[in-house]
């Protein structure tokens, strides 16, 4: 509820919004429930009506954008014969890299009870880059089968390959990378897709 008793539309969405351009600006040590509550323009005890604390929160903003990310990737199938296979494919890698910066990664890492109700999260069905490396084997049979992609071509490690260096880019990579992590995508499905 808002100071006024009015509910607030996509709290949550708000919330992660606000925590996201906190960390954007001033950095993962200035990530605190006050912060994100300021950031939002919500009452102070807002974030904690809704999370059990500040690592349910980040770990909760870490899922939903995986979430998102996944429903991205399963767009994919709408994208058969549509432009090109990398085009495609890069468009999903960025907008994974997109939706989770750096800094927040770090903290879902970082604070152990945050890692932990994230890792609960996976364990409990939520998507995760399982469901992404699905949904691109599946837009990547598709493709095969639409003739775009060489019949021979190994989906599944295809796949693999890309999800597994986008996770390699979203651990590591430091903010403002975009540009380096675009290149490494576009060479690596060069690599992938023969060309």
Do not use: W
Not at 61 to 73: E, I, K, T, Y
Not at 76 to 97: D, H, I, K, R
Not at 109 to 116: E, G, I
Not at 148 to 171: C, F, K, N, Y
């Amino acid at each position: 509820m808002s100071p006024r008793g009015v509910a607030i539309p996509d709290l949550r969405e708000r919330l992660f919004a606000a925590a996201e351009r906190v960390v954007a600006r001033d950095g993962a040590a200035a990530l605190t429930s006050r912060a994100v509550t300021a950031e939002a323009d919500c009452a102070k005890g807002v974030l904690h009506a809704h999370f059990a604390g500040l690592d349910e929160f980040v770990a909760e903003l870490v899922l939903d954008r995986f979430a998102r990310s996944a429903r991205q990737a399963e767009g994919l199938q709408a994208e058969v014969g549509q432009g090109t296979v990398a085009e495609n494919l890069q468009e999903v890698v960025l907008a994974l890299l997109d939706s989770l910066p750096p800094a927040v990664v770090g903290l879902a890492m970082t604070r152990p009870a945050a890692a932990s109700h994230t890792r609960e999260g996976f364990r409990s069905g939520a998507p995760a880059f399982d469901a992404i490396q699905h949904a691109v084997t599946a837009y990547l049979q598709a493709e095969q089968r639409a003739g775009r992609i060489p019949a021979g071509s190994d989906a599944e490690a295809i796949a693999l390959a890309l999800v597994g260096t986008t996770h390699h880019l979203l651990m590591t990579r430091s903010p403002g990378q975009t540009a380096d992590a675009e290149e490494t995508t576009r060479r690596l499905l060069v690599v992938l897709l023969g060309g």
